[in-house]
Structure formats: C-alpha cells, structure tokens
T-cell receptor
Framework: AQSVTQLGSHVSVSEGALVLLRCNYSSSVPPYLFWYVQYPNQGLQLLLKYTSAATLVKGINGFEAEFKKSETSFHLTKPSAHMSDAAEYFCAVSEVNTGFQKLVFGTGTRLLVSP | GAGVSQSPSNKVTEKGKDVELRCDPISGHTALYWYRQSLGQGLEFLIYFQGNSAPDKSGLPSDRFSAERTGGSVSTLTIQRTQQEDSAVYLC??????????????FGNGTRLTVT
C-alpha cells in the first residue's frame, strides 16, 4: 500500500528565509507525486506535480520540488519565504495505473512565516 | 469562471440523523471526487465519478455513506445515521477527466460537518 510521510507538523521560518518541507513516500510502483497548499477556510490548490518527466519540478508561487528515487523523497522548497506562504502544505502520492486521481495524502505541514 | 461550489459550508447535526452534502463541479468537468479531511485520519479519498461510468466507491468508510451524481453534473454525498466520527470537512473536487494527471483537481472550500 502506498503511504506518504511528512516530517514536521509545523515548520517556522522568517520572511526571506529558505523554505524546506519534507516528504517521503512509499510505493510499490513508480508513483506520481503532488504538493497541494491549503489556505485557511479554503480548498486545496495544486502547487506542482511529478509525473515521471523531469525530476526537478517547478510550481506556482516560486515553489519547486525534486523527485529522488534513491531516497524515496519529494521535498518542497522555496528560496525565500513570503508572508503569504503561510498555509498548510500536503504531499500526496498516486499510483500510475489507477486511471484516475485517487490520491493518498500526508498528514500535512503547517508553514508559519514570521516578519 | 466559477469554481467548485459546495453547500452548505457548515452543517451541525445530531447523532443518528441523515445529512446530504452537495457539490456543483466546474462546468464541463466530467470527473468528480469526494475527499474527507478529519483530525484523526487526515485527507482520505471517498468516491470518484467519471461521466456516466459506474463510480469507484472504494474509499467509502461504511455502507452509511453513499453518493450520486445526477446528469453528470451535481453530486450529493449522503451520510445516514451520522456518528460523531463522521465529523470532518468534506471536500469535493472536479477535473476535466480523460486527461489523466494533466488536468489538475480543482477543490471546493468544503462542507464542515459536526455531529453532536
């Protein structure tokens, strides 16, 4: 069975600092991987996805993630945090052959950005 | 254009009552999903509809949960004889369908269900 582990339920950074949110996955087959962001009282919004093309994936709002098969990781980074990045971030995995987006989500990491 | 619309935004119900949650997907989106977000279980897939095909119900937690999609558009998630563990935010998402993962999921803001 697939699973996703997000290390750290909360991450705090200062504005302008590097953001690093960790995600490790477990899958029996090559997966598709996603990062979603959820702002307060809103639904989820796709930040970026890995679907077996380039291992370094660029997303919206300056975020990027690198798929590392040897480490079974898909960490999310942003060089310089902005106050507006404060939100909850979810990593998700899906098997390639399901034919639809049946995602298994991690437990989420809340990003706090201080001035 | 309009996004995925869910109603009600909040619902408080007594244990044992039935509830109906509604989802209006983005116009033209043929695929519709229900997910549940709860403190204990995180985000879980519930059910998937694609056009007129039989839905994938593999994520429904019990037979008290059911969903339908009328006319390939609006969907209703029904929970019968609600229990306190059903308290969660129920999220609906839609996508164009037939494009695999090239078409992202568009989520609504959810319905927060509280069972007292």
């Amino acid at each position: 069975a697939q699973s996703v582990t997000q290390l750290g339920s909360h991450v705090s950074v200062s504005e302008g600092a590097l953001v690093l949110l960790r995600c490790n996955y477990s899958s029996s087959v090559p997966p598709y991987l996603f990062w979603y962001v959820q702002y307060p009282n809103q639904g989820l919004q796709l930040l970026l996805k890995y679907t077996s093309a380039a291992t370094l994936v660029k997303g919206i709002n300056g975020f990027e993630a690198e798929f590392k098969k040897s480490e079974t990781s898909f960490h999310l980074t942003k060089p310089s945090a902005h106050m507006s990045d404060a939100a909850e971030y979810f990593c998700a995995v899906s098997e390639v052959n399901t034919g639809f987006q049946k995602l298994v989500f991690g437990t989420g990491t809340r990003l706090l950005v201080s001035p | 254009g309009a996004g995925v619309s869910q109603s009600p935004s909040n619902k408080v119900t007594e244990k044992g009552k039935d509830v109906e949650l509604r989802c209006d997907p983005i116009s033209g989106h043929t695929a519709l999903y229900w997910y549940r977000q709860s403190l204990g279980q995180g985000l879980e897939f519930l059910i998937y509809f694609q056009g007129n095909s039989a839905p994938d119900k593999s994520g429904l937690p019990s037979d008290r949960f059911s969903a339908e999609r009328t006319g390939g558009s609006v969907s209703t998630l029904t929970i019968q004889r609600t229990q306190q563990e059903d308290s969660a935010v129920y999220l609906c998402a839609s996508t164009k369908g037939g494009q695999g993962y090239n078409s992202p999921l568009h989520f609504g803001n959810g319905t927060r269900l509280t069972v007292t």
